[in-house]
C-alpha cells in the first residue's frame, strides 16, 4: 500500500464501547483521512485488524487484481485455479469501507468483530503501524510483541541502514 505522508506511531489502549465502537487517536487518524474520512478496515490476522487510507488501499487493490486478471487472461494461471479461487474468497471478506465519525470514532462491523475476538466494553490495543493502524486483541498483541521484540534491532538496522 501507498505510504502516508506521515509515519504512523504509537500505542494506545482503548475500549469498545456498547455498540462496537471505539475512538482512535487523532494523530493516528490524520494521516488516514487527508482525501476524506472513509477508510478501510482490514483483516490482517487472528485478533488484528488494520486501517487504512482508502486512496492508498484501492490504489494497491486495483493494480493488484488487474496483475492477476492479466495473467488469467494470458493463461499464466491456468494450473493454479485453486489459488485463485482462495485469493478470490480471500479478497472478497477481507476487508469492508468504513467511515470515521467525529472525534475518530470507529464502528466495528459484523465479522471483524469475531475475528477482532473482542466484546463490547472489552479493551484493545491501537497501533500505529508506520503506513496503516492496527486494532488489537491485547492478548494477541502480546503474543505478538514476545515473537517479534527480540528482532527488533536487527529490522531496525536494516531498514534505516
Known sequence: ???PQEFILGEFPRTLDERHRLSIPQELVDPLVTGGFDCILAKERPGCLSLW????????LDEGVDL?????RAGKLAGQIEEVQLLSRLL??????VQLAGRGRLSIPDG???FLQVEQGGEV??????????IWNPPAWLAYLAV????FRQLFDKLSG
Open 112 to 114: 471483524f468483530r469475531e
Open 125 to 134: 490495543i491501537v497501533v500505529g503501524a508506520g503506513v496503516c493502524v492496527e
Open 92 to 97: 472478497s471478506t477481507r476487508h469492508k469501507t
Open 53 to 60: 487510507s482508502s486512496a492508498a488501499w484501492q490504489a494497491k
Open 1 to 3: 500500500m501507498s505510504a
Open 68 to 72: 492477476v486478471k492479466s495473467k488469467i
Open 148 to 151: 517479534e521484540m527480540p528482532g
